[in-house]
């Protein structure tokens, strides 16, 4: 039996036509299958934002709600009445409506200003009575200018024939540091003549191997002092500060003079009269109390009591002076001290 190659090629050309369409239907089925998966899945996702929006959604009225019962709360803590206030405000937009107002409020502002600057004009500065002579010792009424500085003079200290002049500086509100200077000069003549011959003074005569008096005619000198002063009242009273007020005060004082006059003494029949000259060292620690109030403006009174030791030394002597009289310029021991300084404020 022959076999018909044209029959052949034609029949496998047909088995081999039907499989190639069999299979690309069957790619495409696949490709479709696989589309529809994609579209459901992301449709699945469009419904999940869907619900999460309704969610999102359904808790607005409930914050929506929250907020206006806060609102009726805040409402209902006011002191007026929110429904009378706007009928009123309503009522006069109505009024002013009605009447048809012709406002201009730069106009009304500048004429403000003009009536404003007139009654400045008619104001009469109001003046302040001036306090005149001494002030009141009363701690409240002492002046309220900071001042720094106080210079003051002792006239006390003249009529012993020195010139004192103290210096204080305000170091701290309550404290006050304090230093003077002495210059002595006395003589009998002068205005401290008096004290001057109230001295009973008396040195070692060699000649007659004792001390006798002798008859003082001048004093001179220089010395230095510290004061350091505390204000007693600045913590009660506003306006008490330093170097104003109360005030309490330990001090130092160092002092170095020479002392000059004539010795008459009998001796082999005869009177000598004897030229004599000593230096004389004194040294003070001492304590006071004293109140300084001002008058006429920046003038001031300085006055004090307290007590000293005092001790006094010759440079011809190896001790302190023993047994003189409390008067004496030589004396060594416990004395009370007072005393009155004037002066200024800066």
């Known amino acids: 039996m022959k076999r018909n190659p044209g029959k052949i090629f034609t029949i496998t050309l047909?088995?081999?036509?039907?499989?190639l369409v069999q299979t690309m239907g069957q790619?495409?089925?696949?490709v479709n299958q696989q589309l529809l998966d994609m579209k459901?899945?992301?449709l699945n996702s469009q419904i999940?934002?869907?619900n999460s929006q309704l969610k999102v959604w359904e808790t607005k009225p409930l914050e929506l709600e929250r907020q206006l019962t806060e609102v009726d709360q805040r409402i209902d803590q006011l002191d007026?009445?929110?429904?009378?206030?706007?009928?009123?405000?309503?009522?006069?937009?109505?009024?002013?409506?009605d009447s048809k107002l012709d406002f201009d409020p730069v106009y009304f502002n500048t004429k403000l200003q003009e009536i404003e600057l007139s009654i400045e004009d008619l104001k009469v500065p109001r003046k302040e009575p001036k306090k005149k002579g001494l002030q009141s010792f009363r701690p409240d009424s002492v002046i309220t200018i900071p001042y720094k500085t106080a210079i003051a003079i002792n006239p006390i200290s003249l009529f012993e024939g020195t010139f004192h002049i103290i210096y204080e500086r305000a170091i701290t509100p309550k404290m006050g540091l304090a230093i003077s200077g002495l210059a002595t000069f006395a003589t009998e003549e002068g205005i401290s003549g008096l004290y001057i011959k109230n001295q009973?003074?008396?040195?070692?005569?060699?000649?007659?191997?004792?001390?006798?008096?002798?008859?003082?005619?001048?004093?001179?000198g220089y010395g230095i002092g510290l004061t350091l002063k505390n204000y007693l009242l600045t913590d009660q009273y506003k306006k008490q500060r330093s170097p104003v007020g109360l005030y309490a005060a330990p001090s130092l004082l160092a002092r170095r003079l020479w002392l000059s006059g004539m010795s008459e003494y009998y001796h082999e029949d005869e009177w000598i009269e004897e030229e004599v000259t000593r230096l004389l060292n004194i040294f003070a620690l001492g304590v006071h109390i004293g109140w300084k109030f001002t008058f006429v403006k920046v003038l001031y009174i300085d006055a004090y009591i307290g007590g000293q030791?005092?001790?006094a030394k010759y440079d011809d002597e190896d001790h302190f002076t023993k047994y003189k009289s409390l008067g004496n310029i030589d004396f060594s021991g416990v004395m009370p001290t007072a005393g009155l300084s004037i002066g200024i404020l800066k």
Do not use: C, G
């Open 14 to 19: 047909i088995f081999s036509f039907l499989f």
């Open 80 to 97: 007026f009445d929110p429904v009378y206030f706007n009928t009123k405000l309503q009522e006069i937009e109505s009024r002013m409506e």
């Open 309 to 311: 030791i005092r001790l």
């Open 27 to 30: 790619d495409a089925t696949e």
């Open 200 to 220: 009973q003074l008396d040195y070692y005569n060699a000649t007659l191997a004792s001390s006798i008096p002798y008859n003082n005619n001048n004093i001179s």
């Open 40 to 42: 459901l899945e992301l």
């Open 48 to 50: 999940e934002l869907f």
